[in-house]
């Protein structure tokens, strides 16, 4: 976008949003890095919606000028736990060189980058933000520096904006932070993590197992930091 | 996938399929060249149904393995004439140095190969079968081989099957062919066009405008190849 001399640019960024505190986070950080964010949350047949409800809260809480929640239903590939095939697994030791856990969904983050340059192409945004993180991922392939880059390549020739000229930026603000490390920057941004919803199989009534690779990972973060975590406060105090 | 010896290896591909005649072409070319294909059909929110309708008509024929169809709402975003936002440009002269076109739909084939690419992995297919095509592409970035070749090499960091060795082939075998050379190429290989639809914009019957870009290409094509089209015929007839 062609600036114009005397009003201040905006800058505009979509930022995927899960309902997560990882999200919710990056898109905290890009906001206050001057980002107006656009939310696209995406329901890939979750076998829960606890998940987008927390979204929703989420996306309000940032303030967003629009969030569009978008129906892809990856369980019709099948291939992943996180979609109906085979059990979430519990009670994992947390460690990465296990390799890929059965929660991987396949080709999901290019799934969810190419549907948010889409969404950015029509309005104008510069940048996608997303959560990924390098340190604490789980092991998935499409959270690695790497990925992100070539995904930036791609997304210059595959758009007219890039055609014209325009590059659109993968922001990844969490990609070497500790689950630590980003539950004290969010602390110290004011994020209300109380709204955020990180498990992979959480009970009919939405509350979290304690027992996914997210949920120890969500709790090995929180103690790391020294921080006490608002949702399993409230899940204590039942 | 590991070769057995004495039994012929199965070569599988996901065939991105839309009902028109470049798609089926190109799954019938590969097919030729021993794939046994997984035909998947994305419903984006374009205006009409006739194309999807073609789309079985056409795996039918082909003989695939299955079918996949997959609906994502690309009509959310906005930005394109294909799903809804202004006027299918009619009666245009077909020149590709006018620029991309109103019916350029943002980031539409990445999303495509993404969600094509998500089904290679599950089901251990090697190679993704697009009908993309250079030089009637009318004027659409995606479309390109530089950008064909930066999803083969996002693709190989993206999925887990990349990590562990594999890579996955975008196969675009009318990208260099002229819209006669296809129809030629089909017609040898016994294809019925009667079967597909290309129109952009058709009659609430389901019949082509005739003055749409992709009208105009597709009756361009056949009147080249000498060939006549089944399609035209029919409402010819009428």
């Known amino acids: 976008m062609p600036s114009v001399p005397g009003v201040p640019r905006v800058r505009c960024a979509v930022l995927l949003l899960s309902g997560g505190l990882d999200s919710y986070t990056a898109g905290a950080i890009e906001r206050a890095n001057g980002y107006d964010l ?12 606890r998940e987008v409800a927390a979204a929703r809260d989420v996306a309000r809480a940032l303030g967003v000028v629009k969030h569009i929640e978008l129906n892809v239903n990856l369980a019709a590939f099948g291939g992943s736990a996180l979609v109906g095939d085979g059990e979430v697994p519990k009670d994992r030791p947390l460690d990465v060189s296990d390799g890929i856990p059965s929660t991987y969904v396949p080709a999901r983050n290019t799934i969810f980058l190419s549907l948010a340059l889409a969404w950015a192409e029509v309005v104008g945004a510069e940048a996608i933000v997303i959560g990924v993180n390098a340190l604490d991922y789980s092991g998935y392939p499409d959270c690695r520096p790497e990925y992100l880059e070539a995904f930036e390549r791609l997304a210059r020739l595959a758009t007219r904006a890039g055609v014209e000229g325009q590059s659109f930026a993968v922001l990844a603000p969490l990609l070497r932070m500790t689950k630590a490390d980003i539950i004290r920057r969010g602390t110290a941004l004011g994020l209300d993590y109380g709204l955020t919803h990180s498990c992979y199989d959480p009970d009919p009534n939405g509350r979290p197992c304690g027992r996914c690779d997210s ?3 969500r709790a090995r973060g929180f103690s790391d930091a020294g921080i006490v975590d608002p949702v399993a406060a409230a899940k204590a105090m039942e």
């Open 38 to 49: 656009f939310a696209l949350t995406i329901r890939y047949g979750q076998t829960h919606d």
């Open 215 to 217: 949920c120890q990972l």
